[in-house]
């Protein structure tokens, strides 16, 4: 008999999740920008949030390979549900799990595992995005705790997040060692969110810019030894760009599935256009990246999980499989023709939302930066 293994059984579930009830409402929701609340919700009630934490601490006891996998069916459907899926087992909890109070988890961070709050993550400024040695968004001591001042910008869930993990500057002389993060609810006074951005891709994961004036909020709300936001949230890079490269591996499989489909039902000169070995060539490429940027991805994820170092091997995977899926989104919407430049199919979806793959975790630019050196350059 062969026994299922967790990955497999997580896949199978996700997946069955996927094509019941994500792909055909996928277009729908897409368009009509909203925040996906329905599915979202669903996505809590399967347990899928506490994915990364320990079943006794209100997790569900897995590990980051079956987070990427989550997250690589979810991006097979839908790459906005996918997104606010990642932010939430991730980047938007992991701090306030790690460093905030018992009395914070049972308020935000439980709740949050049900999927009854939203949280984001805040490091970016207008002036402070790749650098983030220019960010400068302060967190003053006072008698009670610490006043921020500063403006946040391209926070991803912004405007719908019941808390926002911030990062800021306590001690700009410190520079990098100055760096600390910070909790504060929505509520707090002097915290201000602007409207949604309008965006190209991920149309329904909004983000807006947040604002903090003299934003009053107690000591126990720095998450984390002081000095070492840098050191914490390093200890996370590798598992950002794993997920990431895991989002692109969705993304990809969507684009060659939808791609091949087409190429078997569109004819052309008498034949179906996959007959033509031009167009033959690009699924070729497709799926020789595709099996490629799984290898990488998983590849970290399974050293994440044994605790095995590997910014570099984590670096690459985000950096090939997002780069793959950015140029099998747009081969797929060739291979539809006019009808890639519809949005009567979802391959321009595709097209638009790889876009979202290239910043978060590092630019490409700074990922290959980063590469070369490790390459001995
Ligand atoms: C869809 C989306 C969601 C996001 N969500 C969040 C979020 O939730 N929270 C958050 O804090 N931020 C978020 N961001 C912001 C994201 O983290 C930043 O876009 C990213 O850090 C890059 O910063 P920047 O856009 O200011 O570009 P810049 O840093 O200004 O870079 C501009 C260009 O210069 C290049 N460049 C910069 N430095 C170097 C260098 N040393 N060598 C070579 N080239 C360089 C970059 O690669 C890029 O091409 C999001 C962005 C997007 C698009």
């Given at each position: 008999m062969?026994?299922?293994?967790?990955?497999t059984?997580?896949?199978?579930?996700?997946?069955?999740?996927?094509?019941?009830?994500?792909?055909?409402?996928?277009?729908?929701?897409?368009?009509?920008?909203?925040?996906?609340?329905?599915?979202?919700?669903r996505?809590?009630?399967?347990?899928?949030?506490?994915?990364?934490y320990?079943?006794?601490?209100?997790?569900?006891?897995?590990?980051t390979?079956?987070?990427?996998?989550i997250?690589e069916?979810?991006?097979?459907?839908?790459?906005?549900?996918?997104?606010?899926?990642?932010?939430?087992?991730?980047?938007?909890?992991?701090?306030?799990?790690?460093?905030?109070?018992?009395?914070?988890?049972?308020?935000y961070?439980?709740?949050?595992?049900?999927?009854e709050?939203?949280?984001?993550?805040?490091?970016?400024?207008?002036?402070?995005?790749?650098?983030?040695?220019?960010?400068?968004?302060?967190?003053?001591?006072?008698?009670?705790?610490?006043?921020i001042?500063?403006?946040?910008?391209?926070?991803?869930?912004g405007?719908?997040?019941?808390?926002?993990?911030?990062?800021?500057?306590?001690?700009?002389?410190?520079?990098?060692?100055?760096?600390?993060?910070?909790?504060?609810?929505?509520?707090?006074?002097?915290?201000?969110?602007?409207?949604?951005?309008?965006?190209?891709?991920?149309?329904?994961?909004?983000?807006?810019?947040v604002?903090?004036?003299?934003v009053?909020?107690?000591?126990?709300?720095?998450?984390?030894?002081?000095?070492?936001?840098?050191t914490?949230?390093?200890?996370?890079?590798?598992?950002?760009?794993?997920?990431?490269?895991?989002?692109?591996?969705g993304?990809?499989?969507?684009?060659?599935?939808?791609?091949?489909?087409?190429?078997?039902?569109?004819?052309?000169?008498?034949?179906?256009?996959?007959?033509?070995?031009?167009?033959?060539a690009?699924?070729?490429?497709?799926?020789?990246?595709?099996?490629?940027?799984?290898?990488?991805?998983?590849?970290?994820?399974?050293?994440?999980?044994?605790?095995?170092?590997?910014?570099?091997?984590?670096?690459?995977?985000?950096?090939?499989?997002?780069?793959?899926?950015?140029?099998a989104?747009?081969?797929?919407?060739?291979?539809f023709?006019?009808?890639?430049?519809?949005?009567?199919?979802?391959?321009?979806?595709?097209?638009?939302?790889?876009?979202?793959?290239?910043?978060?975790g590092?630019?490409?630019?700074?990922?290959?930066?980063?590469?070369?050196?490790?390459?001995?350059?």
């Amino acid at each position: 008999m062969i026994r299922s293994n967790p990955e497999t059984l997580i896949r199978q579930s996700m997946a069955r999740f996927v094509d019941k009830e994500v792909i055909p409402r996928a277009q729908e929701i897409d368009a009509s920008g909203e925040f996906p609340m329905a599915l979202f919700k669903r996505v809590g009630e399967m347990g899928v949030f506490g994915i990364r934490y320990p079943k006794d601490k209100g997790g569900s006891g897995g590990n980051t390979t079956l987070y990427c996998i989550i997250c690589e069916e979810l991006a097979r459907g839908l790459m906005s549900l996918a997104a606010v899926t990642a932010m939430q087992c991730l980047m938007g909890t992991n701090f306030l799990f790690h460093y905030g109070t018992e009395k914070m988890r049972e308020k935000y961070f439980l709740p949050a595992m049900r999927g009854e709050m939203i949280p984001c993550f805040c490091l970016t400024e207008p002036e402070a995005g790749s650098d983030l040695g220019a960010v400068s968004t302060l967190a003053r001591r006072t008698r009670e705790g610490f006043v921020i001042n500063g403006m946040k910008t391209w926070v991803t869930n912004g405007p719908v997040a019941d808390f926002f993990t911030v990062l800021c500057q306590t001690d700009p002389a410190k520079k990098l060692r100055g760096l600390n993060f910070f909790f504060v609810p929505r509520e707090t006074p002097g915290v201000s969110v602007s409207a949604p951005f309008e965006t190209l891709g991920t149309r329904t994961t909004r983000m807006s810019e947040v604002a903090f004036t003299n934003v009053h909020i107690p000591e126990e709300f720095m998450l984390g030894q002081e000095g070492e936001g840098v050191t914490n949230l390093m200890a996370i890079l590798s598992e950002i760009r794993a997920m990431t490269a895991a989002l692109a591996v969705g993304l990809l499989r969507a684009s060659m599935t939808d791609a091949i489909r087409y190429a078997k039902e569109r004819m052309a000169f008498g034949r179906p256009i996959g007959k033509y070995q031009l167009i033959q060539a690009k699924v070729a490429n497709m799926a020789t990246e595709l099996e490629a940027s799984r290898l990488l991805t998983y590849r970290a994820t399974e050293m994440i999980d044994n605790k095995i170092p590997c910014l570099k091997e984590a670096t690459m995977a985000k950096y090939f499989a997002t780069e793959a899926a950015c140029k099998a989104a747009d081969e797929a919407t060739r291979i539809f023709g006019a009808y890639g430049y519809s949005m009567e199919y979802p391959v321009q979806r595709y097209y638009r939302d790889s876009r979202f793959l290239l910043n978060g975790g590092g630019t490409h630019e700074v990922l290959q930066t980063n590469i070369a050196r490790w390459a001995g350059l």
